[in-house]
């Protein structure tokens, strides 16, 4: 089993910048992915960025250039998002693999045009 929780989200205008942070624990050694997704109200939960566990990196196309993942030690996973759009507003889930899919309980990211 494998437990994680979010923090850092919150009320940022257009253009100003977040950090999200997730802090694994558990059978945290048995992760092979980790990411970050999200879902906007009356949308699917999409993917966002996700990291392997030898550092591979991908973005969706719409946050490339803008948000960067990373895993530091081996189980915290930051998010660090910057130029937000009002399109970014969501519930932002961390997730891991190990195979087996868990998920945090979301933390709200609200940009204000």
């Known amino acids: 089993q494998v437990q994680l929780v979010e923090s850092g989200g919150g009320l940022v205008q257009a253009g100003g910048s977040l950090k999200l942070s997730c802090v694994a624990s558990?059978?945290?050694?048995?992760?092979?992915?980790m990411g970050w997704y999200r879902q906007a109200p009356g949308k699917q939960r999409e993917l966002v960025a996700q990291?392997?566990?030898?550092?591979?990196t991908n973005y969706a196309v719409f946050v490339k250039g803008r948000f960067t993942i990373s895993r530091d030690n081996a189980n915290v996973l930051t998010l660090q998002m910057d130029s937000l759009k009002p399109e970014d507003t969501a519930v932002y889930y961390c997730?891991?693999?190990?195979?087996?899919?868990?998920w945090g309980q979301g933390t709200q990211v609200t940009v204000s045009s």
């Open positions: 558990g059978r945290i050694f048995d992760i092979n992915f």
């Open positions: 990291i392997s566990r030898g550092g591979t």
């Open positions: 997730g891991a693999a190990t195979p087996t899919i868990y």
